[in-house]
Each structure stands twice: as C-alpha cells, then as structure tokens.
T-cell receptor, first 114, second 111 residues
Framework: DGGITQSPKYLFRKEGQNVTLSCEQN?????MYWYRQDPGQGLRLIYY???????QKGDIAEGYSVSREKKESFPLTVTSAQKNPTAFYLC?????????????FGSGTQLSVL | QKEVEQDPGPLSVPEGAIVSLNCTYS??????FMWYRQYSRKGPELLMY????GNKEDGRFTAQVDKSSKYISLFIRDSQPSDSATYLC???????????FGQGTRLTINP
C-alpha cells in the first residue's frame, strides 16, 4: 500500500535532549512537509522540501531541523532549543509542492516532555 | 487577526441532522479551498476541494465558497456517527507560499 509512515507513534523527550521523528513515503512525491498541531490550533508549518537536498523554513522553524537526503525520507529533529515541544507532529507529502495540491498525511507522532 | 478563522466548537448534533461548518478568511487572493477530515490521533485526509467560488457536492457533503464575503462552508447531510471527527478548512492562492489552515472544528454525531 502506498502511503506515509511516521514513527514512533509516541515519543518522550527529556530536558536538553534532541529527538528525531521519522517520516517515510512510498508515493514517489517530490514535496514533503512537517506540521505541528496543538490543541485548538490549526496546523502550523515547520519545514518543507520540494526536492532532495533542499528545504525551506516554515512559520515556526526555530528549534527544529530537517534533512532531505533521499526522496522518500524527511526526518525532523526537535532540538533542545525548542522549549515547548509537546505537540502532535504530522508529516505530509504532495506530488510537486504547488500550493493547490492535495496533501497526503501520515498518522502523526505525539511528542511529550518528561 | 488570523488569516483564517474557524470556530473550534465542539459541536454536538444528533444523528441525521444537517451540519454546517464554516470558515472566514481575510486574504482576497485565496482561490483554492479545501476541507480535511481528521479522526482522533490520525492524520487529516482531504474531503473536499473547490477552486474559486461556487458549490461542489460529493454524496452527503457539499462545499460552498462565497468569495465576495470571504466565507466558506461545508454541509453534511444525514449525518452519521462515523462523521464524528475534527474538520479543518485550508486555503491558498496565487502568490502564497503555503496552505493556510483553520483551527479545526471538533464535531460529534450522537446516535
């Protein structure tokens, strides 16, 4: 089945620790995205990538880092600089990255602080 | 002021009722309008997609766009308990760098 796989489903971070969220897609999509979802708020864009080895900051990139070494993979690292990391993180992809394209989402990772 | 405003609810209605979900926006350049449905602790999935103004119908779902009022709606007819979810509006337009999402409305359909 084609789709987007996020892992782990739940993740706990200790203070001062960096953690990495995994996102893999087998849809052969060029564009991939990371969103953060907080209760009662919409999805906020953290980073996006339209091509391998290139990515752009979204609205809330501070405290996060990404890489795009392979077309299928777009991992997100939540660094210790992110002081309020507790949220539901969603990875998405689209065919080419145009603003009118449908987004396909993974099932999300819930990150909590110990 | 947020670019897209959506009443977060929660909204609770009996099975079979007609549900109306709404979003307002401020950017007159928006021309692509979408509704995503998100079940609890899952990723959103695209439900309806509309370009510019007008109506679009798909089964029990109807999406309406009124660009003159900067207002979009999603109607659900003969609502079912399986429609219980959070509904997110999203929109973009020429010159925009990204899709802008509303806060999401949590909907519960009671049997």
């Amino acid at each position: 089945d084609g789709g987007i796989t996020q892992s782990p489903k739940y993740l706990f971070r200790k203070e001062g620790q960096n953690v990495t969220l995994s996102c893999e897609q087998n849809l052969n999509h060029d564009a991939m995205y990371w969103y953060r979802q907080d209760p009662g708020q919409g999805l906020r864009l953290i980073y996006y990538s339209q091509i391998v080895n290139d990515f752009q900051k979204g609205d809330i990139a501070e405290g996060y880092s990404v890489s795009r070494e392979k077309k299928e993979s777009f991992p997100l690292t939540v660094t210790s600089a992110q002081k309020n990391p507790t949220a539901f993180y969603l990875c998405a992809s689209s065919i080419g990255g145009a603003i009118n394209e449908k987004l396909f989402f993974g099932s999300g990772t819930q990150l909590s602080v110990l | 002021q947020k670019e897209v405003e959506q009443d977060p609810g929660p909204l609770s209605v009996p099975e079979g009722a007609i549900v109306s979900l709404n979003c307002t926006y401020s950017n007159s350049a928006f021309q692509y309008f979408m509704w995503y449905r998100q079940y609890s602790r899952k990723g959103p999935e695209l439900l309806m997609y509309t370009y510019s103004s007008g109506n679009k119908e798909d089964g029990r779902f109807t999406a309406q766009v009124d660009k003159s009022s900067k207002y979009i709606s999603l109607f659900i007819r003969d609502s079912q308990p399986s429609d219980s979810a959070t509904y997110l509006c999203a929109m973009s337009g020429q010159g925009a760098q990204k899709l802008v999402f509303g806060q999401g409305t949590r909907l519960t359909i009671n049997p």
